[in-house]
Every structure is written in structure tokens, then in C-alpha cells.
């Protein structure tokens, strides 16, 4: 059975700090990982899609990496900003139409 | 309008009521997908359709009945439901992956926040 956890569960950094959330996964066996983004009370927005064949995908200070054999994904969010707080979610697709969830990363980021 | 579409955004409700929640996908996708969000725990896979079919059904109760229509619209029809069941609950949708390109990117709505009293 597919476990997907997220490390560390919250994080509180000063503006301007690069920092690197974790996702780690049991079955390397994946068709793909995405990160999303969620404010409170939202839904969630996507940010990046690391398909299984990938190690990497950048967009603007954005970047995931994806090493499947060692059942880990990191999202990298570079000169950190205030309106980057939220909550950091990575789902695995594992499975047919199976997207696997972590309890996410909570971040907050400091003026 | 453009993305995944849920209404209504609340919703509260006794627990001998009977209401729907409705999403709308205006992204050309042919799966869509219910999920629950309840505090401090992971989000919850409950059911998901693809090409209009039932394809998952997470053994979630009876209380919860979803409808697909069509491949734009999914509707969630709730009765008898408990105080348990409040919690976030998003839709969302993509593309039927086929074994040879893989899975595609899921996009999800805003959400409906259903309180049970």
C-alpha cells in the first residue's frame, strides 16, 4: 500500500530564505508526483507535475526534483516570500486514477 | 469560465437534510474525481469517474451518492449525514491517462465547507 509523508509538518522561515520541503514515498512504482499549493479554507492549486520519466521541473522560483528509486521528492522554493505561505501538499499517482496524498508541510514565511 | 468550478462554497446542513454539491470542469478533461479533506488528515479519495463511469469507490457509506452526467459535471448527493461528515470536500479532474504516456496533471476546485448539525 502506497504511504506518502511529508517532512518536516511545519516550517517557519524569514523572507528571503531558500528552503527545500520533503516528500517520500513506499512504491517507487509511480506513474507520476504533484505538487500543490493550499491556502486555508481553499482548494488546491497546482504548481508543478514531475512525470515518472523526469528528475526534475522548474517554474519560476519553483523547483521539484524526483528520484523515484529512493521513494523521494523534493520541492525547492527559492528567496521566500510572504505570499508563498500555505500549505505544501505532494500526491504520487500510484495506480490507476489513484492520487496519493501526504498530510502536506505548513509553511509561513516571515516579513 | 475557466478551470474546476464548485458550488456552492458552504454549506450547513441537519442531519436529516438532503442536499447535492454540484462541480463543473471546463478543462476538456474526461475523469473527475470526490475528495475529502478533514483536519490534520490526509485527503481522502471517494469516488472517481472516468468517460462517465464509476471506476472507484473508496468504501465510502451510502449516505454519499455521487451522479456524473456528463464528462463536465459531477454531483454529489448527500442524505442522512452525520456531524463526522463535515469537512472540506473537492472535486477535481484530468485526463484519462493511458499506460503508454503516463498520468496527467489533476486540477481541483475551490471546494465546498459542509458543516452537519
Known amino acids: 500500500k502506497q504511504e506518502v509523508t511529508q517532512i518536516p509538518a511545519a516550517l517557519s522561515v524569514p523572507e528571503g530564505e531558500n528552503l527545500v520541503l520533503n516528500c517520500s514515498f513506499t512504491?517507487?512504482?509511480?506513474?507520476?508526483l504533484q505538487w500543490f499549493r493550499q491556502d486555508p479554507g481553499k482548494g488546491l492549486t497546482s504548481l508543478l507535475l514531475?512525470?515518472?520519466?523526469?528528475r526534475e521541473q522548474t517554474s519560476g522560483r519553483l523547483n521539484a526534483s524526483l528520484d523515484k528509486s529512493s521513494g523521494r521528492s523534493t520541492l525547492y522554493i527559492a528567496a521566500s516570500q510572504p505570499g508563498d505561505s500555505a500549505t505544501y501538499l505532494c500526491?504520487?499517482?500510484?495506480?490507476?486514477?489513484?492520487?496519493?496524498f501526504g498530510t502536506g508541510t505548513r509553511l509561513k514565511v516571515l516579513a | 469560465e475557466t478551470g474546476v468550478t464548485q458550488t456552492p462554497r458552504h454549506l450547513v446542513m441537519g442531519m436529516t437534510n438532503k442536499k447535492s454539491l454540484k462541480c463543473e470542469q471546463h478543462?476538456?478533461?474526461?475523469?473527475m474525481y470526490w475528495y475529502k479533506q478533514s483536519a490534520k488528515k490526509p485527503l481522502e479519495l471517494m469516488f472517481v469517474?472516468?468517460?462517465?463511469?464509476?471506476?472507484e469507490n473508496n468504501s465510502v457509506p451510502s449516505r454519499f451518492s455521487p451522479e456524473c452526467p456528463n464528462s463536465s459535471h459531477l454531483f454529489l448527493h448527500l442524505h442522512t449525514l452525520q456531524p463526522e461528515d463535515s469537512a472540506l470536500y473537492l472535486c477535481?479532474?484530468?485526463?484519462?491517462?493511458?499506460?503508454?504516456?503516463?498520468?496527467?496533471?489533476?486540477?481541483f476546485g475551490q471546494g465546498t465547507r459542509l458543516t452537519v448539525v
Open positions: 477535481a479532474s484530468s485526463q484519462v491517462w493511458d499506460t503508454l504516456h503516463g498520468a496527467t496533471e489533476a486540477f
Open positions: 512504491d517507487s512504482a509511480i506513474y507520476n
Open positions: 514531475i512525470q515518472s520519466s523526469q
Open positions: 500526491a504520487v499517482v500510484s495506480g490507476t486514477y489513484k492520487y496519493i
Open positions: 478543462l476538456g478533461h474526461n475523469a
Open positions: 469517474y472516468s468517460l462517465e463511469e464509476r471506476v
